[in-house]
C-alpha cells in the first residue's frame, strides 16, 4: 500500500532532481556537530591555538631565526642568552639561548615539528592495531576473542609509559644501540602504538559486537561478502564515532609519551631535539639561574597538549548521544 491515493487526486511525490540535493558542504553546516563546535567557545580557542601550533611547526624551516640542528650555525659565544626583554638579550634570538648557542625559538619550533611528527605516527600505530584487532575480535567471537582481550586486560594492569621502556631498551639492545635519527623515530612511534592500541580493541570490539546482529550485516553474508569485505566496507564506518574521540585524546598522550621518553634520555637525541629532549637540555640549567632553556619548551608542550585535551573532552561530549 503506497503513500499517496492517485484515487483521491494525490500525485506522487516528485524527487528533487540531483542539483537541487543537499551537498555535503550544506549538510555539515546544517549539522549538530558544527553546531556543538561554534556554540563552545572552549572547543573554538583550543582548535585555534591547536591550528597556530601545527602551522607554526610546519613552517619552521621558514621562520625559524636559525636551523638548530645545524651544528655550523652555532656559536659557543651565544650560549646562554636571556630572552630580548632582558638585559643582555640580544635579536635575533628573542627567547634567548641555551648551552650551545642554539636559539631556545628555534629549538622549540623544530622540536613541537618533532614532538607532533612521533605523536601523529604513534597514534596511527596504535590505531590500525588496536581497530584491526577490535574487529577481528567482535566478529569472530569464541576462542580468538578470549585471547585478544585477555593480552588486552594483562596490558591494562602496567603503565603506557612503563610499556614503551621496555619496547624501546628491547630494540636498542636488539640494534646495538646504535641508531640512526630515522629508525630510532620508527622506534620510538612502535612503542607508542604497541602502548595504546587497547582502547580502540576494547572499544571496537564492543560496538562490533552490537553491529553484527543488524540486518545490512545479515543481508551483506546473504549475498556472499567475505567477513573482512563486511568488516571494513559495512562494519568500520558505523564505529569510528568513538574512535575519533580516543584518537584525539591519546595523540596529547602520545605527545607526552614520547616528552616523557626524550626527557628520561631514551627518546630522541639531543642533536635532533624534541619538546622532551629540550626539557631535559634546559632542566640541568634551571637552578643557575637560565631559567628560559626550560621554561620556553615547558610551556609550548603544556600548551599543545591541553589545547588537544580540551577538543577531545568537546568531541566526547558532542558525539555522546546521551548528552543530545
Known amino acids: 500500500m503506497s503513500g499517496y491515493d492517485l484515487d483521491a487526486g494525490d500525485a506522487p511525490p516528485v524527487p528533487l532532481p540531483e542539483a537541487a540535493q543537499p551537498g555535503r558542504l550544506a549538510r555539515w553546516r546544517d549539522s549538530d556537530l558544527l553546531a556543538s563546535f561554534l556554540g563552545s567557545k572552549t572547543a573554538i580557542v583550543a582548535l585555534l591555538a591547536t591550528v597556530l601550533m601545527v602551522g607554526l611547526a610546519v613552517a619552521a624551516p621558514l621562520i625559524s631565526p636559525q636551523n638548530p640542528y645545524d651544528p655550523a650555525q652555532l656559536d659557543l659565544i651565544n650560549s646562554n642568552l636571556p630572552p630580548i626583554w632582558q638585559a643582555d638579550g640580544q635579536a635575533p634570538f628573542y627567547l634567548g639561548t641555551d648551552d650551545q648557542g642554539r636559539d631556545v625559538l628555534s629549538a622549540v619550533l623544530y622540536g613541537l615539528r618533532l614532538s607532533l611528527i612521533v605523536g601523529v605516527l604513534g597514534v596511527i600505530t596504535s590505531g590500525v592495531l588496536g581497530i584491526a584487532l577490535g574487529l577481528v ?145 634546559g632542566n640541568r640549567f634551571l637552578f643557575s639561574g637560565e631559567w628560559w632553556i626550560v621554561a620556553f619548551p615547558g610551556l609550548a608542550l603544556a600548551g599543545l597538549v591541553i589545547a588537544i585535551n580540551l577538543l577531545g573532552d568537546w568531541l566526547r561530549d558532542a558525539l555522546n548521544p546521551k548528552l543530545q
Request: hydrophobic share 55%; net charge neutral; charged share 10%.
Open 137 to 281: 575480535a567482535g566478529y569472530a567471537g569464541g576462542a580468538l576473542d578470549t585471547l585478544i582481550m585477555r593480552i588486552a586486560d594483562v596490558q591494562l594492569t602496567f603503565p603506557a609509559i612503563l610499556i614503551a621502556l621496555v619496547v624501546d631498551g628491547v630494540a636498542r639492545a636488539s640494534f646495538g644501540g646504535a641508531l640512526d635519527v630515522g629508525p630510532l623515530i620508527g622506534l620510538i612511534v612502535i612503542s607508542i602504538g604497541l602502548s595504546f592500541w587497547v582502547q580502540y580493541a576494547r572499544t571496537v570490539r564492543s560496538s562490533v559486537m552490537v553491529e553484527k546482529g543488524k540486518d545490512y550485516v545479515q543481508a551483506a553474508r546473504l549475498i556472499g561478502l567475505t567477513p573482512p569485505v563486511i568488516l571494513v566496507r559495512h562494519v568500520l564506518p558505523n564505529v569510528t564515532g568513538p574512535v575519533f574521540v580516543i584518537a584525539t585524546i591519546n595523540l596529547a598522550l602520545a605527545i607526552i609519551t614520547e616528552a616523557t621518553l626524550s626527557f628520561l634520555g631514551t627518546g630522541l637525541p639531543e642533536t635532533m631535539p624534541s619538546l622532551g629532549t629540550l626539557i631535559r637540555t
